[in-house]
Structure formats: structure tokens, C-alpha cells
């Protein structure tokens, strides 16, 4: 059900790349309460059976089911929290039944950031916060599990959309002369120009090719 869910969100041409959670410690320590519980409860049930067999504990092992409830409501909402990497943005889901739905697009993302503890590393876990040019500045995931795999996953989903967008641009560029572009757009047009070549999907020579038909333009 949160499958189909979360693929009702996704647009035209895009693709999951990861599906990620907190750690299950996280979830550990959510129900360790109710397992303590669960625990003395079954050493009372089973020395009150043994001390006094005359009497019913049969009750007693009912009260099993309270705790038990519990600790399959925070495995569900556990397991609908989930941090999602497609090949155009991170969308962050939450809630069983009433979702919460937050995007971040690649686009905007400027620069990750991951910290792991000694325990992170042995265990896998750890916190990437994620900066953007967006309203939400930054965006921290705390205690997700194997974080250097998400980290990795993302910026390489952020690499190939930046390609995608790059090569559509550069095709369009290839028309330059057949369609005038207004004065006005030159500069622009060279600024974007100049952000290829720094990424390196456009040489220096390309680069300055270009530059020069633009400028003859003005």
C-alpha cells in the first residue's frame, strides 16, 4: 500500500533510486519500553503459575496484547517514515494513514553533508543533512541507515539530471544560428555557457567558440 502510494506521487519519467529509513535502532528505542513490559510481565506470569497453581494467570497473559499493539503501531509508523531519492528530487513521507509529503529537488540541493559516530560506522548508520537553495535552507536525516550508500545515491541522481539538462541545453545551443537570439538573452546565454565549462561538459575551446558566436551577435 505505501508502494503504490508513493508511486501515485511520482511525475512523468520519473524513477526511484532509492528507498531509505531510519536505522532500526531508531526503532528499537521507540518499543524498548513496551519489550521491558512485555519481559516483566511474562517473569510475573510465569513465577505467580509456578508459586501458586491454583490460581488463573490466564488474564495475565492477555495484558500481552497492549503491549504488543504498541509496538506494532511504532513499527508501522517506522516503517511508513521513508526518505526517497528519485532522478529528479528527495521526498521525505510520513504518516500511516494522513500523510505528510516534503520535496526537495535536485536542482536546488548545493551541498550534502554526513556525519557518523564511531557506533554509526560499525552499525551503519548516520546523519546527512542535505543544503539547498530553497526556502527550507537546510534539511537534516537523522540516524538514516547506511548513509554513505543515500549520500552517494543522490548526488549521483544530482549529476545526471545536471547532464540531462545540460546536454538539452547545449543542443539547443546548436541552433544558434538559426534562431537569432534577442540581445538582451546574450549575456545570460554566456553565463550559462561559462557554468557548463566549469562543470567540464563544455571545453574550453567549445566554450569559447560559442562565446565568440554570441558575441557577434550583439
Same mark, same amino acid.
Given at each position: 500500500m505505501a508502494r503504490n502510494y508513493l508511486r501515485s506521487l511520482l511525475g512523468d519519467q520519473e524513477e526511484i533510486q532509492l528507498v531509505s529509513r531510519q536505522h532500526w535502532f531508531v526503532l528499537f528505542r521507540m518499543v524498548i519500553l513496551e519489550l521491558i513490559a512485555m519481559l516483566v510481565l511474562v517473569v510475573i506470569l510465569v513465577i505467580a503459575q509456578a508459586s501458586l497453581p491454583n490460581i488463573p494467570v490466564g488474564f495475565g497473559y492477555v495484558l500481552l496484547v497492549l503491549p504488543l499493539i504498541s509496538i506494532a503501531r511504532e513499527f508501522m509508523i517506522w516503517w511508513n517514515r521513508q526518505i526517497v531519492i528519485t532522478n529528479r528530487r528527495v521526498i521525505q513521507l510520513s504518516g500511516i494513514i494522513n500523510k505528510n509529503v516534503i520535496d526537495s529537488s535536485l536542482e536546488k540541493v548545493n551541498d550534502v553533508k554526513m556525519v557518523q559516530s564511531f557506533w554509526g560506522?560499525?552499525?551503519?548508520?548516520?546523519?546527512?543533512?542535505?543544503?539547498t537553495a530553497s526556502e527550507m535552507g537546510a534539511n537534516l536525516f537523522k540516524k538514516i541507515g547506511n548513509p554513505i550508500r543515500f549520500k552517494t545515491t543522490m548526488l549521483n541522481a544530482k549529476s545526471r539530471l545536471e547532464m540531462e539538462q545540460a546536454g538539452g541545453f547545449v543542443e539547443k545551443l546548436s541552433t544558434i544560428d538559426l534562431a537569432e537570439p534577442a540581445a538582451n538573452d546574450i549575456p545570460t546565454l554566456i553565463e550559462r555557457l561559462g557554468a557548463l565549462r566549469e562543470k567540464g561538459i563544455l571545453?574550453?575551446?567549445?566554450?569559447? =567558440? =560559442?562565446?565568440a558566436e554570441l558575441l557577434e551577435k550583439l
Open positions: 560506522r560499525l552499525f551503519h548508520y548516520g546523519n546527512v543533512e542535505i543544503l571545453s574550453q575551446e567549445e566554450f569559447e =567558440k =560559442k562565446k
